[in-house]
């Protein structure tokens, strides 16, 4: 059966509306989210309350666990100054936003949803702020899932969609200086595993303006990559109305690529 | 001069093991570097002295460089070094008397050095630290899955680690490793074949057991302090 699983939806209730249209014109009522509902977008009560309405299975963000913390997000996933600015700027307009129930219903998102053989996170089994980049390292990437205990990773954070497989993997290790006289010596297969970022509804970071989303068939293990057509417009004039960093908007209108993300893929916020 | 570094760690406040090493060192041939991965307190002993030798080396001592470690992150929890937390952990697994035999183990005046100390050390192409660039209470044994392994190894960005959180002495080889990925995305299709250099991981022991590691071979030794009066006793031999 199809299943749609979306990500980063950061209040951009237009996005969201035609995301939510996309996976009903095919028929598809299994959807999860892993959150991020809120965030850089101007309507963070208005996609809050339509995720509960359509009672849609959601895991805790970083924006929506840093608004409810009253955390600013980790600086060391700024790419800049500026950026970091912007980023609590955003922060402090949607902590004001957000009414005292959508902030109760942020902080009781829980921190993944096991499903058989999947596992949905925002950023990765190990924290909300950590980015699997497509490009991480291979084994590093196989290590997230294998720890996990899952056969597929859903995540999102990126804002880039993509699916990773990973296959054919070995390793050999050697007990050195064990004290015995014998080399102890061992070869082990790993596992197929395959990692699925859903990319972003409402603040798409793939080089276009779509938002995207995933569409997974959990009888042919099928996944594909689903970009929809929203009114940017109608988001981007709310984003200015609500005294929103501009640059915000701009970012949606052109499609542009780079935002706030962290430069090194295996960087986990310590904070 | 031969390159050496001894790594020791979980002395726990026992300074007689501290000399004894101490003393070991100074029979050991080589240009040797001492390095102290972290446990130098603990709930058992007071640990005064052997915090003021670690911090006021004698004259004849090789100068300790100190990283902290679980026990180090447990007594600056407690004492508010770390925001709102507590040492939660340590308190639900060894109960509330523990905590407290922790904090009347250590002097107030050495929190500040202890927190001031760093997470790990970066030399050539090893990592030292305690537990591993994940987290200091990472234990790592050789029943550890390589694949983690190999994912501390990379966190750190180093061919070799050095952790001492398991307080077991062991030198494990990754000597061979390939993995296909294959990223499907809006552009396309892309394949990469990635394979492991060569790298390992060191577990340097705990008290009495510490290692020797030698930086031109790659070699270590693992060691238990007063070995050099034992070996006279038994007629084992070490080579170097
Ligand atoms: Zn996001
Ligand atoms: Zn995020």
């Not at chain 2, 991981?201 to 031109?216: E, F, H, R, S």
């Amino acid at each position: 059966m199809n299943q749609a699983v979306i990500s980063c939806l950061h209040a951009n209730l237009p996005a969201v509306e035609a995301v939510l249209k996309d996976i009903e014109l095919q028929g598809i009522t299994n959807i999860t989210c892993l959150g991020d509902l809120v965030g850089y977008g101007p309507q963070p009560n208005e996609v809050i309350e339509l995720i509960k309405e359509k009672k849609i299975a959601t895991c805790q963000g970083c924006w929506d666990e840093d608004v409810v913390d009253g955390l600013d997000a980790c600086d060391c996933s700024y790419p800049s100054q500026i950026a970091e600015r912007r980023g609590h700027f955003a922060h402090q307009w949607t902590t004001g936003k957000l009414t005292k129930e959508n902030k109760d219903f942020l902080a009781n998102l829980p921190y993944s949803i096991r499903k058989d053989k999947c596992l949905f996170v925002h950023g990765s089994p190990n924290s909300q702020h950590e980015y699997l980049l497509p490009d991480m390292d291979a084994f590093a990437a196989l290590e997230r899932v294998e720890n996990a205990k899952a056969e597929i990773l859903f995540c999102g954070h990126t804002h880039q969609p993509y699916i990773r497989e990973l296959a054919n993997g070995s390793i050999a290790v050697k007990v050195k200086n064990s004290g015995s006289k014998d080399i102890q010596k061992k070869e082990m297969n790993l596992p197929m595993r395959r990692i699925v970022n859903a990319g972003s509804v409402g603040e798409p970071r793939h080089g276009g303006t779509k938002a995207t989303y995933v569409v997974y068939n959990d009888i042919t293990n099928d996944v594909k990559i689903r970009e929809v057509e929203y009114d940017i417009e109608l988001t981007c004039k709310a984003i200015i109305n609500a005294g929103l960093p501009p640059i915000f908007a701009w970012r949606l209108k052109n499609g542009f690529e780079f935002a706030e993300r962290a430069e090194d893929a295996s960087h986990v916020c310590e904070r | 001069m031969i390159e050496r570094w001894a790594l020791i760690s979980g002395l726990k406040g026992d300074l007689d093991t501290y000399e004894l090493i101490q003393k070991d060192l100074k029979k050991t041939p080589g240009n040797i570097t001492l390095f102290v991965l972290g446990d130098m307190i603990g709930p058992e002993k007071n640990c005064n002295k052997l915090l003021h030798r670690l911090i006021n080396p004698k004259s004849n001592d090789l100068q300790p460089w100190c990283i902290y470690g679980w026990w180090e992150e447990q007594i600056l929890l407690e004492s508010g070094y770390r925001g709102n937390q507590r040492a939660e952990a340590l308190r639900i697994n060894k109960g509330e008397e523990v905590v407290k035999s922790l904090i009347n183990a250590v002097d107030k005046s050495f929190l500040d050095w202890i927190a001031a100390l760093q997470f790990g050390f970066v030399e050539l192409d090893c990592g030292l630290i305690h537990g591993s660039s994940k987290d200091v209470g990472d234990d790592l044994t050789l029943d550890t899955p390589p694949l983690t392994l190999l994912d501390r190894l990379t966190r750190l960005q180093v061919n070799r680690l050095f952790t001492a959180r398991s307080t077991q002495q062991f030198h494990l080889e990754l000597t061979e490793g390939i993995l296909n990925s294959e990223v499907h995305d809006l552009t396309g299709n892309h394949k990469k074949e990635q394979k492991v250099p060569q790298k390992a991981v060191i577990g340097v022991g705990a008290g009495k057991n510490y290692t020797l590691y030698d930086v031109g071979t790659d070699n270590t030794q693992f060691v238990r302090a007063g070995y050099q009066s034992e070996k006279k006793k038994n007629g084992f031999g070490l080579h170097f």
